[in-house]
């Protein structure tokens, strides 16, 4: 049997990871490379696949039957994977913004075009969550999935934790430690959560999720009190991406929240991802591993890649393969509608009246207080007080939130954050 | 698209699971029930399918394209199960004893008759770790596969911690609870984990194991001493499933062992099932979850028959759809060549010279000391003894073990258990 001819858009660090596991398989040839500097010296051997700066060379190569899209971004990216699906060939892609923005679109015209799209590494890096949520769970109507989806941020609040350090420098460890980017805002600011929660969303439930519509909250605002206080409450502070089916409709978010310490998702530590899937037949499962870095992302890709060329020769296998997306968009419920406990902490003048404030805003918009903690006072005559609610209407709470801001007992607010609800 | 016909054997308590899931499913019929008393009231509709107590109403039936095993055991089913294969039939079985006494018969009766052979539900009941080892890591070579994967075991060893009750107490309650069966030998003594530790290491290393290679040790001989000396130690005491590619072969074994506490399994709880994969290139992934119970392993098995039902219309599919296992049967390395450190009890009268035979004991087998506790002297002059070696050879300690037994100074070896090992 001839080798399948496969093409590599991008050789950046997954890229390399790709081409090194697909080297040596004998049922696969890497025919074409395409690199943005092909003069760039590289830590791989190059002699048995044709490099070029132009992507076009792969796309437009009929003999090309398996494309590998590991550049990331979208724009231009998009444009050229529209044109391989129109050219007949199979995707690979590891770019979790491309399917979470342009999902719909992309299946939409693979189905046309009776090609496969395949994603596992754009979500959990090396975990096979995909296959597991289309295929071994089957069986199930999932209710909901709830991941530590983003090994920066995870490495980032383990770390602030275990060593009582601030945020700045939690990161700027990472960074030394290539656990985070030179510019972090994707991963910080909880994007990238955002749009691996948008695909598990729309794989779980079935129709694609519009990822404007996912509520999102990074954690640069989170300090060690925070993580300390949590602690004494019984939680553990971690990024989370949640997607759940409720009444009203999809409830899909990426934000930090308190879990409880006992949660399975609370142990997993470092640059670690999981993912918790809960079942109507099989209950709740896990998945732990390493949720990005070269060979464990390449492994997915590969994966995809094998799984792919293991069956091209099966007549109309494409449909089989698909995951089967609704590619009508559906939109996440408005995050006002749903309900959370909230723990908060701010900054008061150290008056008397503070407590009386608090009490009238909550009483106002209906929110029930759980525990409230007031801390030290700082030199400047301002006390941190840290509280938690009972769960309350996501709207109740922000309106309490707006009229404590605008008390004059009120120096500043700190952070507000959610609670990790047990399914009743 | 007319629906295709099922046929299930067996009705116990997965069985009715399976056959509530399939029972509004748009794309099957369940056409025939095989029951062992049709007499007997249940708890079920039996009305839109036939009821036999003859198996081979439903083998023997053109229409049948996928027959379901829950019925366990192995004698005739065994034999069932080949005719059902001859006729043409897809199996798809929970039946761990089966595959792992009977795989490779299985497989290649199968190959020959081009149909498909799924047992995701055979092990790790719910979680999808077959589907896993199978499509997710592909692109990996699997080095170990090491698992807590009976329930039962886990729910005893994990009340025994709790609560500091013993091995027949917690055994009792687990029985009372319905996690422990009224003749709980095969969950005690580790066959049940033998059986699926064959599978998992056919799984990972593409051949199969012969069960019978498979060394086994239970866990009844373990007292909360052990456990709370244990954890002293930094360990939990947990029934593992090991399968190891080593130099020298496949390390294939199911018995207790000291856990690192810090490691994933070690915080396993309950009656919850463990694997952790370590693979070539994703590194280690560990998928948790509910491994028996009648909703998951229903899952297990119903997502196999989804799987198989959305792609019978594919010609030629079988191969795909197969595990690749090689039908030559491999013998595990015997447990004497394999590498430990050790956890010792063992009872000494309490007279001068027990530490220097015990001394000269490892010393001539060459085993050296980790950790030694000697614990308070009972009534009758008796000093319970507990150590920790350093890794030795198997063989080295078993020499050590029979010298000590043979000691004067020796009432009773209590236990003696294997430390986990991380790979190097």
Known sequence: M??????????????????????????????WVAVREIKRPRDIDLSRTRVTDNPLDVVNDPEVEILIEVAGGVGPIFELMRTAIERGKHIVTA?????????AEIFQLAQRNNVTVLFEAAVG??????????????????????????????????AMEDRR???????????????????PRDDIEGFDVAYKTTILASLAFGRFVDVESVYRQGI????????????EFGYRIKMIGLAERRPEGLDVRAHPMLLPVHHLLASVEGANNAIFISGSAVGDVMLVGPGAGQMPTASAVVGDVINLASALHLPDF???????????????????????????????????????????????HNVSLHSLLQRGVTR?????????????????????????????????????????????
């Open 2 to 31: 001839s080798k399948i001819a496969v093409g590599i858009i991008g050789l950046g660090t997954v890229g390399t990871g790709v081409l090194k596991l697909l080297m040596d398989d004998p049922r696969l040839r890497v025919k």
């Open 95 to 103: 770019n979790k913004e491309l399917i979470a923005k342009h999902g």
């Open 125 to 158: 890096g090396g975990i096979p969550l995909i296959s597991t949520l289309q295929r071994g769970l089957q069986a199930n109507r999932i209710s909901r999935v709830a991941g530590i989806l983003n090994g920066t941020t995870n490495y980032i609040l383990t």
């Open 165 to 183: 350090i601030g945020f700045e420098e939690a990161l700027a460890e990472a960074q030394r430690l290539g656990f985070a980017e030179a510019n």
């Open 220 to 231: 640069s605002d989170i300090t060690d009190l925070d993580i300390s206080i949590a602690k």
């Open 318 to 364: 494409a449909p089989y393969f698909q995951p089967a997306i609704d590619c009508e968009h559906s939109r996440a419920c408005p995050i006002e509608d749903s309900e959370s406990a909230f723990y908060l902490r701010f900054e008061a003048s150290d008056t008397p009246g503070v407590i009386g404030n608090l009490g009238r805003a909550f009483e106002t």
């Open 380 to 424: 400047d005559g301002a006390a941190t007080i840290v509280l938690l609610t009972h769960p309350t209407r996501e709207a109740g709470f922000a309106g309490a939130l707006r009229e404590i801001e605008s008390q004059p007992t009120t120096r500043r607010i700190g952070i507000a954050l959610r609670v990790f609800r047990q399914p009743a």
